[in-house]
């Protein structure tokens, strides 16, 4: 008989973990484009790539479109749901699989500067925040976003807040890997 390993335990996700998870990863975010200039944030490392302005682009689009779901498509969920929490919050930050994102939230030019796009994208996240701060629910696992996420369907407002989140922490890195292939510094690498 072996003896299985103790599991590492799972956070209590709650609403203050979930408002600590949006503000770290605003932080995170915003920290990934710090002190580039908006010349090398039109920059492509390739072709078929995004710069770090259509990245924050997207960001700031695809949050603003959930923001809405979750300010106007919310309704009771089935109570035999499946509760994805954990896998979310593993999974969706990570790079390791490519997405592509709906024709809606990608990048088509609306934001000329990183100024405007820094800019909506603090707006939406501060909107996001209070909004989570606001909502009455103790169980956002009980209400769900009555639009299907492009990857994972049918979601519960606690998932659609942790892809929001862990949204803004893929993103983050893949301005790290433009900032990589293309040459751009970071601040603490610039001191």
Known sequence: MSAQ????PAPEIDKQ?????????????LES???????????????DRWSI?????????AEGIQLKLLQ????????????????????????????HSPEIAGPN???????AASTQFKTTRAAVIQFLDQVAEKDLRATEVKHPHPAAGMVSTCEMLIVMAKHAERHAKQIDEIREQLGIRQAEELS
């Open 5 to 8: 390993p103790n599991p590492i």
């Open 17 to 29: 973990f979930l408002l600590a998870l949006l503000r770290e990863s605003r932080h995170r975010f």
């Open 33 to 47: 484009f710090a002190e580039v200039t908006d010349e090398d944030a039109r920059l492509r490392p390739a072709p």
């Open 53 to 61: 302005l259509e990245t924050i682009e997207h960001l700031a689009t």
């Open 72 to 99: 106007t498509q919310r309704a009771p969920r089935p109570s035999d749901a499946p509760n994805r929490d954990l896998p979310f919050l593993r999974m969706v930050g990570e790079r390791t699989h490519k997405m």
């Open 109 to 115: 030019g609306r934001f000329s500067t990183l100024f």
